[in-house]
């Protein structure tokens, strides 16, 4: 939980937004398709699998256009399971569980691979939709200061998601805006990111040599 509410993490839960809708209104190339077909967990080479590729087919089935789309949620260190289970099993918790979002590694991690895919999605022509949550998108934000451009001009496009509460008390899943960037502005948010003090860096040099 945050300021903001509830955070997801399990890409899964993403999918109760209207995602692929979204991806075609706005992160489309061109003409919009009547039509669609997904292809779900293709293989990208040595860069991993893409969750699902939304692709307009003509009648004799070859591709005409298509954009990658991936879902991404926060990670998290140790384990929230023994309150689930406790949850679920209307049991008490013999100890408070230990766990806490680690919003630097998907940093660290998800926004290397984004740049690699960004890259290839640039020379083939098309887009990759990486699909998160607010919260998420602020702190990749806030790390990275990233570039912000046009749709039509990106090969990367952020569909960030608010959780907003219903009237039931339920929350869902509320797109706030698509955000518009390039691999090569990923790249150079990480490369010109602030650097940390040096003399905080002397500091604890100092620690270690004792």
Not at 41 to 58: F, N, R, Y
Not at 89 to 97: C, G, I, Q, T, Y
């Amino acid at each position: 939980m945050t300021a903001k509410g509830p955070v997801c993490v399990c890409p899964n839960r993403l999918y109760e937004a209207n995602i692929f809708k979204d991806v075609i209104k706005h992160c489309w190339p061109g003409r919009k398709p009547a039509s669609y077909k997904v292809a779900y967990e293709v293989s990208l080479s040595s860069l991993g699998k893409i969750d699902c590729v939304l692709a307009q087919t003509d009648s004799a089935n070859n591709i005409i256009q298509f954009v990658s789309v991936e879902l991404q949620t926060v990670d998290i260190t140790g384990s929230y399971f023994p309150a689930y289970n406790a949850f679920i099993n209307s049991k008490r918790l013999d100890k408070r569980p230990v766990y806490n979002f680690n919003w630097r590694n998907v940093y660290k991690r998800y926004i290397m691979q984004l740049i690699f895919k960004g890259f290839s999605h640039h020379h083939w022509g098309t887009k990759i939709v990486a699909v998160m949550q607010d919260v998420l998108v602020d702190k990749l934000w806030e790390v990275g200061r990233f570039q912000e451009t046009p749709i039509k001009d990106s090969n990367i496009v952020f569909l960030s998601y608010r959780m907003k509460k219903k009237s039931n008390g339920r929350y869902h899943l509320k797109l706030i805006r698509p955000i518009g960037t390039r691999h090569m502005d990923l790249m150079n948010g990480i490369l010109y990111a602030k650097a940390p003090s040096k003399d905080l860096f002397i500091d604890k040099v100092l620690k270690r040599l004792g």
